[in-house]
């Protein structure tokens, strides 16, 4: 992390932006600006821009192939899951809780984000994970309790 935030400041010297939320991957990092998710080369460089929906935006996470961005964002009003290729394009909203204690904790594999998230709960604070598919299918909840944060080894550990 400490690296994306120095390629932050070397991407922006002099400029008033507040870039947050930084998440690498090879040699791009992604990160937020003006409520909006850029990306840039990590080594330094011009940034540009992937989204227009000047809406509070958080919490970005590339996938595992980097071609992907999962965030979220309250462009349609509350907080949801949407996904953009790294390639340019459409975001695609992926979920409809109007959670505001959602979170993106990252990705399970290309086809699936993983979500923290209190819809369906009886109690707001109490988030789950749950993976939701790229596709438009139904989250499945994940059978590790109440979570926060969520990292799941490649071997399944």
């Known amino acids: 992390m400490i690296r994306a935030v120095r390629v932050l400041t070397v991407l ?6 507040y870039l947050r939320y ?3 991957h090879g040699d791009l990092v992604g990160f937020v600006a003006q409520d909006d998710v850029w990306l840039a080369p990590a080594h330094g460089g011009r940034p540009w821009q992937l989204t227009a929906d000047r809406a509070p935006t958080k919490d970005l996470r590339f996938s595992p192939d ?5 965030y979220l964002s309250q462009r349609d009003g509350a907080p949801e899951v949407h996904v953009v290729a790294t390639a340019g394009g459409p975001s695609v909203r ?9 979170r993106v904790l990252g ?10 998230s209190a819809a369906g709960e009886p109690q ?4 789950w994970a749950r993976a939701v598919p790229l596709d438009g299918g139904p989250a499945r909840r994940l059978p590790y309790g109440p979570v926060v944060a969520l990292d799941i080894a490649t071997g399944g550990g």
Do not use: E, F, K, Q
Not at 12 to 17: A, I, L, Q, V
């Open 12 to 17: 922006s010297p002099g400029n008033d932006s």
């Open 22 to 24: 930084p998440t690498l």
């Open 66 to 70: 980097g071609a992907h961005l999962a």
């Open 94 to 102: 992926t979920t409809w809780w109007g959670d505001g204690y959602a």
């Open 107 to 116: 990705w399970a594999d290309s086809h699936r984000v993983h979500v923290a």
């Open 124 to 127: 707001r604070h109490r988030t």
